[in-house]
């Protein structure tokens, strides 16, 4: 499909991979060009402002509930014609990876134990933890991955930049308040030292377990965790439900916007998928 110059494009849940060009909204700001809103509070753009909304791995981290409002929100944003674009982790291809380790696994490699490990973890680490990066974090630092190749070909190198990132010692207090401020300015510094406090609170009149329910629960409603799973015709099945018509799965490069891998969102400038553990769908406004 043809869009016409000077189009407007909508990143959504946009993290710190977007473009200049396009209108970009996060949770957490990482850029002045980045808007900061919490999405289950609705899009904050009036109706049919855009004429391509997008977001990557943002779908899961809602209820099936608040995503269904979501996509609904996302046609409400749209023009007629526009274009929804969307890249979630691929349920299926997860389940059938992790099959397939379990075959592996009887070779009793280090290997194949290390890439059954890491499937396990990509089945259900992201719904159930309690502390940022979770057990995956700790699987990518430990000091030798036997299977380094095989993450890069399931999720892209962006993980392993954890692992490159890590220094050794804990960080100062002064190095974590620049690195929140940096991350979404005065509010989410304001926000992080407000739940300390309530948590302490807490703590004081409801004990230990009180305490880590608040902690628990601030953290599960921060952004990080996944609360759905879609294979494609999950996806295909709420993107109807939301109004939308012409839906169709996608590869990291095909869309109904011509230029859409000139964007280099959802592949890198090699051609390479940016998150090949991806399921992309695609559909239009009626
Ligand atoms: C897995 S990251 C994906 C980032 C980027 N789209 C990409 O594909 O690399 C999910 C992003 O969604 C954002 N997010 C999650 N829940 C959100 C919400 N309720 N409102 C706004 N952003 C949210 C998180 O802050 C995070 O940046």
Redesign the pocket.
């Known amino acids: 499909m043809f869009m016409a110059v000077g189009r407007k494009i909508l990143?959504?849940?946009?993290?710190?991979?977007f473009n200049l060009a396009h209108t970009n909204?996060?949770?957490?700001s990482t850029h002045p060009s980045v808007r900061a809103?919490?999405?289950?509070e609705g899009i904050p753009f009036d109706d049919a402002t855009f004429d391509l909304v997008y977001?990557?791995?943002?779908l899961e981290?809602?209820s099936a509930e608040a995503g269904q409002c979501f996509l609904r929100e996302c046609a409400r944003v749209l023009k007629p014609a526009g274009i929804i674009r969307m890249?979630v982790p691929d349920l299926e291809m997860i389940a059938r990876a992790y099959l397939a380790t379990l075959t592996d696994h009887f070779n009793d490699s280090p290997s194949g134990i290390a890439n059954h490990s890491w499937m396990l973890l990509e089945l259900y680490d992201q719904t159930v933890r309690t502390q940022p990066g979770g057990a995956m974090k700790q699987f990518l630092l430990a000091p030798e991955l036997p299977n380094r190749d095989f993450i890069q070909q399931r999720v892209g190198s962006?993980a392993l930049k954890i692992s490159a990132a890590a220094k050794p010692g804990p960080r100062s207090l002064l190095r974590k308040l620049n690195a929140l401020r940096r991350s979404g300015g005065s509010k989410r510094l304001y926000q992080k030292l407000a739940a300390g406090v309530v948590g302490g609170i807490a703590g004081l009149l409801l004990g230990r377990r009180g305490r880590r329910s608040f902690e628990q629960g601030w953290f599960r409603t921060g952004?990080?965790i996944h609360q759905t799973m879609y294979d494609y015709h999950a996806l295909e099945r709420v993107l109807r439900q939301a109004g939308f018509r012409g839906i169709v799965r996608r590869d990291h490069q095909t869309s109904y916007c011509a230029e859409w891998s000139s964007f280099f969102l959802d592949n890198e400038p090699n051609g390479l998928a940016?998150?090949p553990d991806s399921l992309y769908a695609e559909g239009l406004k009626p």
């Open positions: 990143n959504l849940g946009c993290g710190s991979r909204v996060d949770f957490i809103w919490d999405l289950t977001h990557s791995h943002l981290h809602f890249a962006d952004g990080e940016y998150k």
